[in-house]
């Protein structure tokens, strides 16, 4: 086990990869009453084409079925996990996003045992086809509610405008159609290619001590068998770098409209601190000019293009990335071209040395902030892990930017190819 | 567990509350103004915390007052609005660095004590009310909430259900305002509202974070004063209507799935003996995916993603919703209908019982880790004149029998069905 100790933090980070490949990593928080556990596989809605282990050809399984597992892994021959947690006094939950699917708990007792039933059940499956069958009608309903988010639609309509082929474009709940198609076979193949523990992250935070922990989590892995560790081909079709469709709206019965500018970001070979360094520079210069303190919000709030709905998020992961501006608006089609116009005037902007040391004061404390939360500090460290960033790293690397960082990524950030509007427009008969 | 260490100290016009944590890197500052639930002024209270968060005398313009708050490592400042029971409750939040984990130790708190009095104290004013420029493109922002909660369709149809349950009783106000007062409310009318807001309300000030008790008491002497307020409770008690029978409403817009929520009355409130029951039966009704709402709507029929219930402290009422398909409306309302039944009917087991109220007592733990979580407890607490450490709490959840859960169910009351549907879905 090794340690990990961040001074300034004051915290330490416990950490040991497992005979059979499990990264396990601790974070002992003894003045908290709770522990947070979350047990994660570096697998999400993109992975759909792949090579089943054991196998040698491709295969593309239906749209939605990471998240479809995700669900149906919580019900075994004779019960359902949800109880067993129960039974601990613990809250169980799990969620799928493009490239993980993860399962958690918190509790503030029994502690030990919620672990052991955490791994144990994401480590036995039971798929039956009456099981699976009965999950159709739970995911639709889960499906339709999105459908009536005008929030969720206008968020993944932008990505779908953004990408040409790539499966981030697929709702990760898939459709209630492509659900249709998921059978207990399916199941099986995508579970064991991607549930092997070498490519499964597990995180415990909060109440705990750690030389114990570890040990319990090291014998509860020991007394288990699996094949040794698969290499896991992924394959992804090729996505050109323009957008799919630079323009697109759909209608909805919303009071307001919704318009959203999105860029799509070149990810390729990105990883580790460069991929930080870009995450938290395209952060901290859209913060700039478009948080309630900059020049464009400003502007865009006070000729009513804008209200507070408005935000902005940058998004980079493995394979794929985006940048996504946009909110309510009266005037979408006024709010959009501004928008996009603001975007090509960035290129020759030059955010001052004493504003840039604002933004990076402003970084540091929305991150201090965030450390309150162990969930935070548990799924952004597994998120950041997958990338080769350690989440803990984080403040040195805010601290090294500089404006001149900021100019030198903003000259060449732009592609007007990479760019898409989608609007959500009222139906004709709302007002 | 540890018993929260609170000190309270009655101070020039305000209650001062010192919670002294090391759980947090940031220190967080919550003041709580409370006033009756009324109908008239209720849109000048909604609209106050935009206009309040936009710029002070000091900090005039939008811009620089927000590059303040990022200057002193990005303090957040929200507020937000709520009914506690009959009562309308404005929070002001901010949360700020703990200077103990900064390069430099740079003194911060003190600068974020006069931000946070500012803010509160010292608005920005032009003549004899506020900026005319904000308080007209706050009422716009204001109206646009209100007009696109109809956009989120499980809070509207809470809002709606609400509106016919409650019709009458304060408790149906609606704590976002109304359009229909817009055109009436002036920068100078406004500020006049605040002026009473400021010295008739009851506030509690909270500060919660790893510090000295005596520098908090310092900071805050320097900053905070009301002077000429007596702070007395103002507090206005809930209506609690006998009903007799119960109403199903049903109304239709443009959904693909249908919103079903069923509003029940307990009679029972926040530190009321039976309080502790109410907790259990909730729990073991729809509080979790364990109960039997989630088990037997979701699990064993597959008619909804989510089917949950929860409960309103100090008004006295439960709340079930759910999100099913139009077409399965009377399906899944008599599983809803059958669940309750046989909560009073005590079909569930003592084994069902003693879990349940480790989940109670788990879920309070959690809440107590959060540094708003636990200032909402106390608050609770203080509200209803009860003083009691979370062991005390913990213990009378524990003491719950299967008989007093069941005596519980036996008191709740069906008071509204609501269904928002589809144009075809559903009964007419």
Redesign the interface.
Known sequence: MEELVYQ???ETVYQETLDNGLKVFLLS?P????TFGIFTTNYGSIDQTFTPIGQDEKVTVPEGIAHFLEHKLFEKEDR?V??DF??L????NAFTSFTKTAYLF????QVEKNVQTLLDFVQDPYFSEESVE?????????I??Y????DWRSFFGTIQSLYHNHPVKVDIAGTVESIQEITKDDLYTCYETFYHPSNMVLFVAGNIEPESMMTLIRENQGQKEFPPAPEINRSYPDEPTHAARKEHSIT?????AKAMVGVKEDVSGLKGEELLRRELLSGMILDYYF?????FY?EL??A?LI???FQFETELDRHFGFTILGG?SRKPDEMAARVKEMLHELKDMRIADEDFT??K??????F??A??SLEFIANQFTHYHTLGVDLFEVLPVIESLTADDAEEYLKDWLNEEAIAVFQVKP?SNE? | ?KITKETILEKDGYRLHILP??????MNIVAKFKAPLKRDGITERALLPHVLQKATNQHPS??SF??A????????LSSDGSKKGENHVISFRM????ES???DNEPILEEAFQLFHNVLFDPKTVENGFDPDIVE?EK??LE??I??I????MSYANLRLMDHMCKGEPYALHVHGYQEDMSSITPESLYTYYQQMIKQDMLDVYVIGDMDEKDVETLTDRYFHRSGSTNEDNDQVSVSKDVQDSSEIIER?????GKLHLGYRTYTKFGDDDYYALQVFNGIFGG???SKLF?NV??KH?????AASRFESHKGLLLVFS???PKDYDQAKSIILDQMEAMKNGDFTEEQVE?TK??V???L??T??N?NGLIEVLYHQMLSGIDMPADQLIENIRGVTKEQVVQMAEKIKLDTIYFLTSHEGGEE
């Open positions: 300034q933090l004051n928080k003045e908290m009453a709770k359902d949800f109880q129960t039974r006094g613990a809250s169980a918190t509790a503030t007792s009965k999950e159709k009608g739970i995911i639709a309903q889960e339709r509610m459908d009536d988010q005008p909805m019965p919303v009071t307001t948080s309630k303190s900059g020049a400003e709030y006070k009513d209200d507070d709905s309510d604002r933004m004061r402003k970084k540091i404390g929305q201090m902030r450390l309150n139906q007002s | 567990m944590s090391k759980k947090y890197k940031t939008v811009r927000q590059a708050f990022e200057n002193l490592y990005g303090t957040a949360e700020v660095v703990n984990y900064l390069n493109r716009q922002t646009q909430k007009t696109s109809k956009d989120d369709k817009e443009e959904v693909n799935q979790f995916p364990s088990m979701r699990e597959s008619l909804a993603y989510y999100g099913v398909d879990e480790e989940q007592i788990n879920q733990k959690e107590m880790d540094a």
